[in-house]
């Protein structure tokens, strides 16, 4: 018997709970996995699986029947002091924490290779999409050239509902919040913050050394407006909120922000709370990962993927990057921009961008996309559109896809 203990006995927790607990592994393992004890705080007196909850991490370190922990708890205090504690421990860690690994996996990953045990990460990226162990393993032949998806399925619901059914952002937020899709508190998501974690952790493992999620640039979806929307359909482009990075010689170029996907781009159709991964591989080209990228669930069964895996196959092929990786923020390939100003704002954009498709030249606003043009020297003109117009020229300003 393989004794798990469970941190948090929240959505995910209690999603990989019933997972464990109501399924007979013994015929795919030989043997049975069982949920032996759950931390937190609070009391289950209605749940089938109250007597197992503890408020006593010790009670858990100590017990060396237990030999994998599933952390699902968030953020990283406590949960970094837990995971560290039950690695050195010798005991395996799973954890669906995006956070957690972002910051502190550099670290954890160390720790568990020396201690010969595992610490595994699956459902902190896609959810129930495989993701971390397609590029561990299957891709393990390529080299990862470039990397973009929609990570997060809160903002990619609040689009679409934009894009869809002509909802304001404000709205759109709020039948998010009342279905459960997002927090009382959204700003994780709709900042970027969530995503930006995530692009964090493809970059690392694709490039085998540590990026640092704090110093990506990262935007949310904050300022699309309903105008946005409709001007993008014009030009036969939908709104996502899109974590791409890319290899460039030896450093690594990310960042988080809106872009405008044509029609015929895979990732311009998904929708709802689904996300999707486009991986760029020097063997295989594009491959795509698509799927339910939350829910209890979903997200339960790649923990509990990664729990298999390490009573399987001793976790083998398990997820691990160095220390040392560097970010540039030089986009090394050509983009359009889509540009919102003011109309007070024209002359001036006209003069800095001279080559454009204009979409709108109204006696409110001039927008266009430019030509193909270097991000940098993009946000170079940009900023002098600002100097001379002022702080509210810009309206918008979104990278639109090839």
Known sequence: MINVAVLGFGTVGSGAVEIINEKDFS?????????????????????????????????????KSISIVVETMGGTNPAYDFTKKSLLAGKSVVTSNKELVATHGTELMQIAKDNNVCYMFEASVGGGIPI??????????????????????????????MIKDGDTFENALKIAQDKGYAEKNPAADVEGTDACRKIAILASLSMGKYIDSTKIKTEGITKITLEDVKYAEKIGCNIKLIGQCKKVGDEVFAKVSPVMLPYENPLSSVEGVFNAILVNGSATG??????????????????????????????????????????TDINPDNIKMYIRVKASAKDVAAKLFAKVSVICDSADEYVFVTDEIKEQEAENKIAEIVNSCGEDSVINKIQVAS
């Not at 795919?28 to 699986?49: A, C, M, N, Q």
């Not at 971390?132 to 973009?148: G, W």
């Not at 903002?155 to 509902?161: A, F, H, Q, V």
């Not at 795509?288 to 092929?317: C, E, Q, R």
């Open 132 to 161: 971390i162990r397609p590029l561990c393993n299957c891709l393990a032949a390529n080299e990862i050239k470039h990397i973009m998806g929609i990570l997060n399925g809160t903002t990619n619901y609040i689009l679409t509902k």
């Open 286 to 327: 594009d491959v795509m990962f698509y799927g339910k990228g939350a829910g209890k669930l979903p997200t339960a069964s790649a923990v509990v993927a990664d729990v298999i895996d390490i009573v399987n196959h001793k976790g083998l092929g398990a997820p691990y990057w160095e220390d040392g990786g560097k970010l």
């Open 27 to 63: 015929k795919k393992l030989g043997e049975d996995i069982k949920v032996t004890k759950i931390l937190d705080l609070r009391t289950f007196e209605d749940s089938p699986y109250g007597n197992l909850v503890t408020s006593d991490f010790n009670t858990i370190l100590e017990d």
